[in-house]
Each structure stands twice: as structure tokens, then as C-alpha cells.
């Protein structure tokens, strides 16, 4: 399986801004997947998850009404929708897979299998 992200950029802050992620490969293989990012000098983080038919989703605290996580499967994409951008939301996005099912998404980096390349969004006046 291969992930590719996509839609980052500069944006000014309150902006809105739409990441994709691409599967490709043996998507079959594909249950949960989500959003994590990294800024410079901070550990990846948990931002976004959703599992395979899309009826459980879990975000962090610090997104959690501003973004807005979903997936078509008929595309094997999944999105983030980012709104209200502040400034402490700059970071390298990744998107991330798993290849087990569970109930419940994850939060830990190590439960994901798969990962995407990462797309700098950056926020800035």
C-alpha cells in the first residue's frame, strides 16, 4: 500500500484548506486511517482518525470543531477539511493507514502501518 498527500500550503490564519491522501496498492488491505503532524522540534502528533466505513471518527482536543475528517473508499481517499487555521497548526501533515481492524480508531503512530509522504501546511500572516 501506498499513501500520497496532498493540499498543503501558506495560508493566512482563520483560512480553511483541504488535505487529501491517496491509497494505492492493496487497498483491500486498508481499515482505519488518519492524520498525524509534526512541527519542527515537537514529536508527531495525533490529529485525525476515522475508520473503513466511516461511522467512527476521533480528533484531538486542539482540532476538534475546526477540523473535519472523512474518506470515500470508492477513491481510496480520505480528506481533512481545516478551518479556522491558527498559526499553531503549522506543521508537516502525514496521513497514515492500518491494516488491522478495530473497534475504536488509534491515537498511537505505532498502530498505523502505512504512511503517506507528508504535506507542509503552513499558517501565517
Known amino acids: 500500500v501506498q499513501l500520497q498527500a496532498s493540499g498543503g500550503g501558506l495560508v493566512q490564519p482563520g483560512a480553511s484548506l483541504r488535505l487529501s491522501c491517496a491509497a494505492s496498492?492493496?487497498?483491500?488491505?486498508?481499515?482505519?486511517m488518519g492524520w498525524f503532524r509534526q512541527a519542527p522540534g515537537k514529536e508527531r502528533e495525533f490529529v485525525a482518525a476515522i475508520t473503513r466505513g466511516g461511522l467512527n471518527r476521533d480528533y484531538s482536543d486542539s482540532v476538534k470543531g475546526r477540523f473535519t475528517i472523512s474518506r470515500d473508499n470508492t477513491r481510496n481517499t480520505e480528506y481533512l477539511q481545516m478551518s479556522s487555521l491558527k498559526p499553531e497548526d503549522t506543521a508537516v501533515y502525514y496521513c497514515a493507514a492500518e491494516r488491522v481492524w478495530r473497534r475504536h480508531v488509534a491515537r498511537l503512530p505505532t498502530s498505523y502501518d502505512y504512511w503517506g509522504q507528508g504535506t507542509q501546511v503552513t499558517v501565517s500572516s
Open positions: 496498492g492493496e487497498t483491500s488491505n486498508i481499515y482505519a
